[in-house]
């Protein structure tokens, strides 16, 4: 099992440049997340997915982001523009549907926009 | 809604020494709660859960943690504490909705472990 996977680890651009986060869940988990996390605000669920479908993105900050779940293994959160406010470590987590079910997390992406 | 209170931002203890983080959760149906932990740039790693049943719960490491309703609380403990178990702590609620599990976390307990 080879875990949450996120790519890039560290991504550091300019502000105004999009940003694209991705993600491959664990195989057969069928409910996708996006975390960010801030030392001002904590852990902040952005949006999540079930069965590839978005349910719930009210966490999504600004039109300037997107999230999009083409297939069951694949996602990515995209920044367009991207502003200092930005950075922060975002995290991708899966899991099998259910209230009990775990999440598991990958190791994150450090983004800083300067 | 969900929420958790986790209080204590910062936690100091001995090396050898009782752990206790504290966690109250607040939630209008049955609750499964769950303690996360974080090490240093890395993702955070499942302690422990308790969803039915023993409220008494083990995790890995030696961690434990007990559902107590009438309190509303989940509170998390290890007789002795390693300087390992240094990270941050999470304790996480969980509302099944719209076909889809959503975790709720507190904001966090930095545990410090001291020679």
């Known amino acids: 099992d080879a875990g949450v996977i996120q790519s890039p680890r560290h991504e550091v651009t300019e502000m105004g440049q999009e940003v694209t986060l991705r993600c491959k869940p664990i195989s057969g988990h069928n409910s996708l997340f996006w975390y960010r996390q801030t030392m001002m605000r904590g852990l902040e669920l952005l949006i999540y997915?079930?069965?590839?479908?978005?349910?719930?993105d009210s966490g999504m900050p600004e039109d300037r982001f997107s999230a999009k779940m083409p297939n069951a293994s694949f996602s990515t959160l995209k920044i367009q523009p991207s502003e200092p406010r930005d950075s922060a470590v975002y995290f991708c987590?899966?899991?099998?549907?259910?209230?009990?079910?775990?999440?598991?997390f990958g190791n994150g992406t450090r983004l800083t926009v300067t | 809604a969900q929420s958790v209170t986790q209080l204590g931002s910062h936690v100091s203890v001995s090396e050898g020494a009782l752990v206790l983080l504290r966690c109250n959760y607040s939630s209008s149906v049955p609750p499964y709660l769950f303690w996360y932990v974080q090490y240093p740039n890395q993702g955070l790693q499942l302690l422990l859960k308790y969803t039915t049943g023993a409220t008494l719960v083990k995790g890995i490491n030696g961690f434990e943690a007990e559902f107590k309703k009438s309190e509303t609380s989940f509170h998390l403990t290890k007789p002795s504490a390693h300087m390992s178990d240094a990270a941050e702590y999470f304790c996480a609620v969980s509302a099944l909705t719209g076909g889809g599990n959503k975790l709720t976390f507190g904001t966090g307990t930095q545990l410090k472990v001291e020679l």
């Open positions: 987590a899966s899991s099998l549907t259910g209230g009990n079910s775990p999440l598991h």
């Open positions: 997915f079930n069965n590839n479908v978005p349910i719930d």
